[in-house]
């Protein structure tokens, strides 16, 4: 059985944020810092790594697998696009565990054909982080892909507010991954302890 994740899924593109927000709680965070070359990813990846073992997080890089291996991290999450030159089995026999990106049925088939350690879905609702082919997913969608996937962690990611935040964790979702609605705020350190009130609410469990 794949273990658990934490509720509150924050990801950043900068390990300066993780000095500002770990300590408001956070348990589990993504470095999503792109388009860096070798050596500038390298060291975003290192100092991430040391502030979240300073403040007993759970680091997940994206992207960088190669430099995943190099710096010892233990999570690493790809992309669909990653996952065409990642080399998976030396990704697994370096023990990392593996999240990978889905939007379709058929990046759902493949993502379950590595067997994950989570599964993300998205964009659940529009969003202003990236350029999508994809319409947004909506709740619906939530529900089928945790029916698909069953234990298998389901992250939502997407357009997520606190507003949403209710719907989206009744809908199925296990952990709930936000970018802007934090890095945009006027307050990201009160927004992010919003959000980790909001994901810690007792789930109700399906009838």
Not at 95 to 109: F, N, Q, W, Y
Not at 171 to 180: F, Q
Not at 191 to 207: D, F, G, I, N
Request: hydrophobic share 45%.
């Amino acid at each position: 059985m794949a273990e658990a994740l934490p509720a509150f899924y924050l990801i950043v593109d900068s390990a300066a944020w993780l000095e500002r927000l770990l300590p408001c709680g956070v348990t589990l965070v993504q470095l999503r810092a792109k388009d860096l070359g070798d050596e500038a990813a390298r060291a975003e990846i290192l100092a991430a790594k040391a502030i979240c073992e300073r403040h007993g997080a759970q680091l997940i890089v994206n992207d960088y697998w190669r430099l995943a291996i190099e710096t010892g991290c233990d999570y690493l999450h790809l992309g669909q696009g990653d996952l065409d030159d990642a080399d998976v089995p030396a990704i697994r026999r370096a023990g990392i565990r593996l999240g990978l990106s889905t939007h379709d049925e058929a990046e759902l088939d493949r993502a379950l054909s590595f067997d994950p350690d989570y599964v993300a879905l998205g964009p659940i609702y529009p969003t202003i982080l990236k350029k999508m082919p994809w319409a947004p997913q909506g709740l619906e969608r939530i529900g089928e892909w945790k029916r698909r996937i069953g234990d298998i962690p389901l992250v939502a990611i997407g357009g997520l507010t606190i507003e949403r935040a209710p719907g989206v964790i009744a809908a199925g979702a296990d952990s709930l991954a936000v970018v802007t609605d934090i890095s945009l705020n006027a307050d990201p350190e009160g927004r992010t302890r919003q959000w980790l009130a909001v994901t810690a609410q007792p789930r109700k469990q399906p009838s």
